[in-house]
T-cell receptor, first 114, second 111 residues
Framework: EPEVTQTPSHQVTQMGQEVILRCVPI?????FYWYRQILGQKVEFLVS????????KSEIFDDQFSVERPDGSNFTLKIRSTKLEDSAMYFC????????????FGSGTRLTVV | QKEVEQDPGPLSVPEGAIVSLNCTYS??????FMWYRQYSRKGPELLMY????GNKEDGRFTAQVDKSSKYISLFIRDSQPSDSATYLC???????????FGTGTRLKVLA
């Protein structure tokens, strides 16, 4: 069964450093998303991406965050200057027919900011 | 009032039991509803997707939406120890990509 792949599975970074989280969505999917889950809290929407541009973003997704689809297979989330409160599981997801159906999530990247 | 509310559990049931998991919501404009299963430190896995009201069945799983009561349910028949996980409901309105998730209900099925 097709899956969404995320790397790395765990990243530790120092506060103020830039991090890039990488995702390979399902190959024929057109819509891509990032969500995050702070430990013990609910899954929260960050951003959606379609046709090489952001289609929607949440209030969490401020100027520190950016997304990119640098080639035909990868989808990245960059955090420019990490803060302690950015520590969370970051999930990439993709969907084939837009918003009409559920997403397929990756296994996540655990980001720890120290 | 929270947009989506879910009892955090844990809910413990014996193997073979019928499990009922529920979410209530406040936004009457929600139209798309999903149930996900999440194992510890893993990504959510889509179980059921429902549009608007009604029931949907897939194997041992049945999803129900009651829009008049702003209440959705997931039933698991013949529960197995492998069903032990956290179950998340998620929902959204039309015209947005943003799903709102509940906090999840932790389920333990005892062998």
């Amino acid at each position: 069964e097709p899956e969404v792949t995320q790397t790395p599975s765990h990243q530790v970074t120092q506060m103020g450093q830039e991090v890039i989280l990488r995702c390979v969505p399902i190959s024929n999917h057109l819509y891509f998303y990032w969500y995050r889950q702070i430990l013990g809290q609910k899954v929260e929407f960050l951003v959606s991406f379609y046709n090489n541009e952001i289609s929607e973003k949440s209030e969490i997704f401020d100027d520190q965050f950016s997304v990119e689809r640098p080639d035909g297979s990868n989808f990245t989330l960059k955090i420019r200057s990490t803060k302690l409160e950015d520590s969370a599981m970051y999930f990439c997801a993709s969907s084939g027919t837009g918003t009409a159906y559920g997403y397929t999530f990756g296994s996540g990247t655990r980001l720890t900011v120290v | 009032q929270k947009e989506v509310e879910q009892d955090p559990g844990p809910l413990s049931v014996p193997e073979g039991a019928i499990v009922s998991l529920n979410c209530t919501y406040s936004n009457s404009a929600f139209q798309y509803f999903m149930w996900y299963r999440q194992y510890s430190r893993k990504g959510p896995e889509l179980l059921m997707y429902t549009y608007s009201s009604g029931n949907k069945e897939d194997g041992r799983f049945t999803a129900q939406v009651d829009k008049s009561s702003k209440y959705i349910s997931l039933f698991i028949r013949d529960s197995q120890p492998s069903d032990s996980a956290t179950y998340l409901c998620a929902m959204r309105t039309s015209g947005t990509y943003k799903y709102i998730f509940g906090t999840g209900t932790r389920l333990k099925v005892l062998a």
